[in-house]
């Protein structure tokens, strides 16, 4: 179950369970009940679309090219915006995964080790 269902079952008004107990049977960050989230904000928003303008042309764009095609010099874009905002889109990472690398080393090495 997710964290926004869990926080959908909380009861604020339960007679016998308290907050406090139900956020810990459920596994959710008091934090979380308590604070409200903050809207989007609108530039946000408008840079979303402009990044789903530029992902749709050329999927196969980094967030630091992202970040260089949307930023101008009186408005730049900073590189971690653009991918939390890639990463809240949902958009698909390319390239390899963490620790691939060395796992294909390693497979090339055992290759030449086993191979004499």
């Given amino acids: 179950m997710s964290i926004p269902d869990r926080r959908a079952l909380l009861d604020r008004d339960h007679g016998v369970l308290s907050l406090r107990r ?5 596994s ?3 934090s979380g009940v308590y604070r409200m989230p903050r809207p989007d904000n609108d530039d946000d928003v408008a840079l979303m679309r402009r990044i ?5 042309a050329f999927p196969f764009l980094g967030s ?3 970040a260089e095609m949307l930023g101008t010099k009186e408005q730049p874009v900073n590189r971690k915006r653009v991918q939390r905002l890639m990463r809240k889109m949902g958009s698909p990472r390319w390239g390899p995964s963490p620790g691939r690398r ?3 080393l390693a497979i090339k090495y055992s290759r030449i080790c086993c191979a004499e």
């Fill in 22 to 26: 139900q956020c810990m049977l459920l």
């Fill in 28 to 30: 959710v960050a008091r």
């Fill in 52 to 56: 789903d303008e530029l992902f749709t």
């Fill in 64 to 66: 630091r090219r992202m």
């Fill in 102 to 104: 060395s796992l294909s």
